[in-house]
């Protein structure tokens, strides 16, 4: 059973909308992740945080912005969604840096 | 810059055939080296964890070794239901203090009754 959540599980959106992605663990995980993954390619980090009130950006980060004021809950915002935006949005978790992370289902999103 | 390179990109094999999936990597001071499972629409479920080169982990039928150069994940007598995309990532000293880790694009395998 998933310890990590993510909603929605689907999203379309038209282009220059502004929309958050959701995602909670019930772990009590310090360090959280959101990665954007593309069929047959690798997993991309756009966003990482190690605690509350505490965030970095990864390779993909100019186009949105993430906070985290609940260890449990780290959203993910696009202020204007364009239709490069369209992929599937992975949120994941780990209680250590050194450690494998868990991952959510994710979030699938079309920009049209 | 660490490079992770994953092969083949698709494996067929019939259940009961064994075989190897390979993950090469260059790293500057190889951290950790980790094995993850994606099935289709779902989110990476992580399975192993390598630190040093001749660790082996073992998980039923699959085995991951590791080299100063590579991993190896074996599958022994796979079943149809261990087909899914296998994802390597390593994570190495370069990375400082964020210990973020690079993926590699994975394998898909596909394991036919």
């Known amino acids: 059973e998933a310890d990590i959540y993510q909603t929605p599980r689907y999203l379309v959106i038209g282009t220059g909308k502004k929309i958050t992605l959701e995602c909670s663990q019930t772990?009590?995980?310090?360090?959280m992740y959101w990665y954007q993954q593309d069929p047959g390619m690798e997993l991309h980090l756009i966003h990482y945080s190690y605690g509350v009130n505490s965030t970095e950006k990864g390779d993909l980060s100019s186009e949105s912005t993430v906070s985290r004021i609940r260890t449990e809950h780290f959203p993910l915002t696009l202020e204007s969604a364009r239709p490069s935006h369209t992929s599937q949005y992975l949120c994941?978790?780990?209680?250590?840096?050194?450690?494998?992370?868990?991952f959510g289902s994710g979030t699938r999103l079309t920009v049209v | 810059e660490d490079q992770v390179t994953q092969s083949p990109e698709a494996l067929r094999l019939q259940e009961g055939e064994s075989s190897s999936l390979n993950c090469s990597y260059t790293v500057s001071g190889l951290r950790g080296l980790f094995w993850y499972r994606q099935d289709p629409g779902k989110g990476p479920e992580f399975l192993f964890t390598l630190y040093s080169a001749g660790e082996e982990k073992e998980k039923e039928r699959l085995k991951a070794t590791l080299t100063k150069k590579e991993s190896f994940l074996h599958i022994t007598a796979p079943k149809p239901e261990d087909s899914a995309t296998y994802l390597c990532a390593v994570q190495s000293y370069a990375s400082g203090g964020s210990y973020i880790p690079t993926f590699g694009r994975g394998t898909s395998l596909i394991v036919h009754p």
């Open positions: 772990m009590g995980h310090d360090k």
């Open positions: 994941a978790s780990s209680s250590d840096r050194n450690y494998g992370y868990t």
